[in-house]
C-alpha cells in the first residue's frame, strides 16, 4: 500500500508536466508541442519494460490584441480584432528501456478556425480553417540518478526531433481579395499552420522534488532549434515578410504539487510558465515574416488517479502578453515610420490528459522510495 501511494502521487506528477505541454496562444504561432521528457511526462512513473499511453486535449480562443505588452482594447470595440479558435489533440506513447532510460512518440491532430476583416479586403468579416496532422515528435529521454539517490526527487534531460509532417502550406478561401473582389485560395495565417516545415532539435529537462509534508516540486522546459531559415509559404504581406519564418520556440514551468490525503487519488498544483517565440533563432537565418512574443501564466490543476489510469485537467491564465517587436519591424522602420506589429493573445487556455500506464505484473513500484 505504501508503494502504491507513493506511485498514484509521482505517476499524478509525471501527468501533470504532461498537461502543462505548450499550445499556440494565438497569432503568436507557439505550436502544440513540448519537449521530450513531458511529450509523454511519464518517465519517472514507469518501470524497464512498462509503457505509458495518454492522450491530451487543447483548447484556447484568442482574441485580445497586444503591440508590445500593451493591450489594445479599441480591436474589440471596433469589431476589427481577429479571433483564432483553436482545438489540439495528441496520441502519445511511451517505454522505458530501463530504470533511466525511456524514449516517446507524440502524434499530434489539430483544428483551427481564423475569423478576420483585414484578411478578407477589410470589408467584411469572413473564416478560414486548417485541420489535420501537426508536427510530430520523437526521442528519448535519461534520468540522472536511480537507486537511493533517487529517494527524495529527480532529474531528466531529453533530446528528440520535431518532423514536418504537418501541412505548413495549407490553405482556405478568402473573400474580397481576387481579381474584381472574387474570392481566392491562399495560405492561412502562420498562428493556424499545421506546421512549419522544419526539422527541429529539441533539448529538454524534466524533474520531481519530494519537500516536507508532502509538497512536491516540478519544473521543466525545453528549447527548440529550427535551424530552417523560411519555408516557401506566401503571406501576401509587405516584401520583407513575403514569405513565412521557420522560428525556435521555448517553454519553461514550475510550480508545487499537494496530494489531498482526503480523497486517495487526488491532487492540486498551482505553479507558473514561460512560452514563446524569440525574435532571432539561436541556429541559423531568421529572416521572413514571424511574430514573436512570450506569454507568462499562473498554472492551476487537478488530478485524479484510479488505478492504472490519470487524468489532469490544466487552466493556464494570461498574466502578462508582450509581441515582441520582430526582424523585420526593425528592419523596416524608420525615424518617420515606427513599426511594431501586434498580435492576438488568448486569457486562458483549457488542458485535459488521460494515461494509462501498461504495468508488468510480476513487478513491483517504486521500492526504492520506501
Known amino acids: ?47 524497464k519494460g512498462e509503457w505509458n499511453i495518454s492522450t491530451n486535449y487543447r483548447y484556447f480562443k484568442s482574441f485580445r490584441h497586444f503591440r508590445g505588452s500593451h493591450e489594445e482594447p479599441d480591436r474589440i470595440t471596433n469589431n476589427t480584432e481577429v479571433i483564432n479558435w483553436s482545438h489540439g489533440v495528441d496520441f502519445n506513447v511511451s517505454y522505458a528501456f530501463s530504470e533511466r532510460v525511456y524514449g516517446i512518440l507524440s502524434l499530434p491532430f489539430a483544428y483551427n478556425e481564423r475569423s478576420s476583416l483585414y484578411e478578407h479586403g477589410r470589408t467584411e468579416r469572413h473564416m478560414t480553417y486548417s485541420s489535420g496532422l501537426a508536427d510530430m515528435r520523437i526521442g528519448a529521454g535519461y534520468w ?21 509532417t504537418g501541412d505548413y502550406n495549407a ?14 485560395e491562399r495560405p492561412v495565417d502562420q498562428s493556424i499552420q499545421l506546421g512549419d516545415g522544419g526539422l527541429g532539435l529539441i533539448i529538454d529537462a524534466q524533474g520531481v522534488w519530494n519537500f516536507p509534508k508532502n509538497f512536491f516540486l516540478y519544473y521543466d522546459g525545453f528549447y527548440m532549434f529550427n535551424p530552417r531559415n523560411t519555408n516557401g509559404t506566401l503571406t501576401n504581406r509587405r516584401p520583407s515578410e513575403a514569405i513565412m519564418s521557420v522560428p525556435d520556440q521555448f517553454a519553461f514551468r514550475t ?28 541556429v541559423g537565418d531568421s529572416d521572413g ?14 488530478s485524479y488517479m484510479l488505478g492504472n489510469f490519470t487524468t489532469r485537467i490544466n487552466i493556464p491564465i494570461a498574466l502578462v502578453r508582450n509581441r515582441t517587436r520582430s526582424l523585420a519591424d526593425i528592419a523596416d522602420s524608420t525615424p518617420e515610420n515606427f513599426r511594431h506589429g501586434d498580435a492576438a493573445f488568448a486569457d486562458y487556455l483549457v488542458n485535459v490528459s488521460l494515461a494509462w500506464r501498461i504495468i508488468k505484473k510480476d513487478k513491483g513500484v517504486f521500492n526504492s522510495l520506501d
Open 289 to 302: 515574416f514571424r511574430r514573436p512574443g512570450y506569454v507568462v501564466s499562473v498554472d492551476p490543476g487537478l
Open 255 to 282: 510550480g508545487v504539487f499537494k496530494p489531498i490525503a482526503a480523497v486517495h487519488g487526488l491532487g492540486l498544483s498551482l505553479g507558473g510558465r514561460l512560452e514563446g517565440i524569440p525574435v532571432k533563432d539561436l
Open 171 to 184: 490553405k482556405s478561401t478568402f473573400y474580397n481579395v481576387g481579381p474584381g473582389g472574387s474570392p481566392e
Open 1 to 47: 500500500m505504501k508503494n502504491t501511494y507513493k506511485y498514484t502521487l509521482l505517476f499524478s506528477i509525471a501527468l501533470l508536466l504532461h498537461c502543462g505541454k505548450s499550445v499556440a496562444q494565438g497569432c503568436v504561432a507557439i505550436r502544440q508541442f513540448s519537449g521530450i521528457g513531458n511529450a509523454v511526462g511519464q518517465g519517472n512513473a514507469i518501470e
Open 144 to 164: 540522472l540518478f536511480s537507486g537511493e539517490k533517487a529517494r527524495k526527487g529527480n532529474t531528466a534531460i531529453g533530446f528528440g526531433l520535431k518532423l514536418p
